[in-house]
C-alpha cells in the first residue's frame, strides 16, 4: 500500500548567501517559511521539485520538506526543519542575531 502523501515545500539554500529559502506560490524565493507554498499533491510536488531544481544560478540542495498546518503558515514537521528556519546556530549573525 503507497504511503500517504503529507504537504511539503519545496526548501534549498540560496547559492550566493546559503540562507535557507522556500519556494512561494509566486515563484519566488523566500526566507521565511510562512510564506511558503503548501503542497498537498504528491504530483505538483514533483514539478515544482523539478522547476526549482533546474534554477542552479539561485539555490542548491533543492528537496522537498513536510511542513504540517500553523496559524500563521506551514510549520516544520521534523526537528531538521526546524533547525533550518531558525537560522545558524551560532547567535552572532544570521536570524538569530536579532534575538540578542
Known amino acids: 500500500m503507497a504511503a500517504i502523501f503529507t504537504p511539503k515545500v519545496v526548501t534549498a539554500n540560496a547559492l550566493l548567501e546559503g540562507d535557507v529559502v522556500y519556494l512561494t506560490d509566486a515563484d519566488t524565493w523566500s526566507r521565511d517559511l510562512e510564506q ?17 531544481s533546474a534554477r542552479v544560478d539561485e539555490v542548491v540542495g533543492v528537496y522537498l520538506a513536510e511542513v504540517t498546518p500553523g496559524s500563521t503558515g506551514p510549520e516544520p514537521a521534523h526537528f531538521r526543519e526546524a533547525f533550518r528556519a531558525t537560522g545558524p546556530s551560532n547567535y552572532s549573525h544570521g536570524k538569530q542575531s536579532e534575538a540578542l
Open 36 to 52: 511558503a507554498e503548501v503542497l498537498t499533491d504528491e504530483a505538483d510536488a514533483q514539478i515544482r521539485l523539478i522547476e526549482a
